[in-house]
């Protein structure tokens, strides 16, 4: 059985930094794109950031270019999302997604395994 699991969430100011981690454990191979992707209340699911098996491809959403930075640590099967000048607009439940396909995708349809989320609230 495969699991993802999300931590570092919480309450950060406007203009500060958070940094989520996301660990993938069971009988999976490093060799997997993950992603995070948010939803805040009363909107869509959107992409925030992807990265491919090896760590050297990366994808960013419009909204978060610039600010956020995705990496992976595959000794650990662990992606990191380092959260830098967030906004309140940042506000959102976050959630890592691990694909079974080595390339990075930013639509959430190509992504088997997720977890249950970490939330982010920003304050103004």
């Known amino acids: 059985q495969i699991q993802v699991v999300e931590s570092g969430g919480g309450l950060v100011q406007a203009g500060g930094s958070l940094r989520l981690s996301c660990v993938a454990s069971?009988?999976?191979?490093?060799?997997?794109?993950m992603a995070w992707f948010r939803q805040a209340p009363g909107k869509e699911r959107e992409f925030v950031a992807a990265?491919?098996?090896?760590?050297?491809?990366?994808s960013y959403g419009d909204s978060v270019k610039g600010r956020f930075t995705i990496s992976r640590d595959n000794a650990k099967n662990t992606v990191l999302l380092e959260m830098n000048t967030v906004k309140p607009e940042d506000t959102a439940v976050y959630y890592c997604?691990?694909?079974?396909?080595?390339?990075?995708?930013?639509?959430?349809?190509?992504?088997?395994?997720w977890g249950r989320g970490a939330q982010v609230t920003v304050s103004s």
């Open positions: 997604a691990l694909s079974n396909n080595r390339m990075l995708f930013t639509i959430a349809e190509r992504y088997r395994y």
């Open positions: 069971g009988r999976i191979s490093s060799m997997y794109a």
């Open positions: 990265i491919n098996w090896s760590g050297g491809n990366v």
